[in-house]
């Protein structure tokens, strides 16, 4: 098979090539991803900010971000249903069955029955999982403190509290 030469696959277009380096894209903090932003857009940068280095100081545990949400559900409220943990954790019904299951394989996770609808699974932590919480809660409290760096207990009690009234006034929406 006959392959072009690096020269005839190439643009030749100077005026697309010049548009492209005139962009530039300023990083977090500056411009449009500073406090210009929409406060949308700073909060969903934040978010992967945090959910990236969250990913990184938790990968040598085996525990991704999407687990350890569903493993603080559940240590904060035993006898979650899954519907109910996808519900708290933010992630579809689908993604906390597979994690479900993963954790369950595990050992991290048990199944109960249901005292009373015996088709509901109920979920809580094994002391296997307790344990692996108790590693994966102790980096995430450092990133936390790391996130609060710079705050007075005031400031960060009213961040706490602006964040707790985004979510529940827009509850309705």
């Not at 938790?58 to 943990?85: C, E, I, K, R, W």
């Not at 906390?96 to 249901?114: S, Y």
């Not at 207990?153 to 006034?169: G, H, M, P, Y």
Request: charged share 25%; aromatic share 4%; hydrophobic share 40%.
């Amino acid at each position: 098979m006959l392959r072009k030469s690096p020269a005839i696959t190439r643009s030749k277009s100077p005026a697309k090539s010049a548009a492209s380096e005139a962009v530039h894209v300023p990083p977090p903090g500056e411009g449009k991803r500073g406090e210009d932003g929409y406060l949308g857009y700073l909060l969903r940068q934040a978010h992967a900010a945090v959910r990236l280095t969250m990913e990184r100081t938790l990968a040598d545990l085996g525990v991704t971000s999407p687990q350890f949400a569903v493993l603080t559900m559940l240590n904060a409220y035993p006898g979650l249903s899954g519907a109910d943990v996808a519900r708290l954790t933010f992630l579809t019904p689908q993604t906390v069955g597979v994690i479900i299951r993963n954790l369950e394989r595990d050992g991290a996770i048990v199944m109960t029955p249901h005292p009373v609808h015996g088709r509901i699974q109920q979920w809580k932590l094994t002391r296997r999982g307790t344990t692996l919480l108790k590693a994966c809660r102790e980096r995430v409290i450092a990133l936390e403190k790391r996130l609060a760096g710079g705050l007075d207990a005031k400031a960060e009690a009213s961040i706490r509290r602006w964040l707790a009234n985004v979510a529940t006034d827009l509850q309705e929406d």
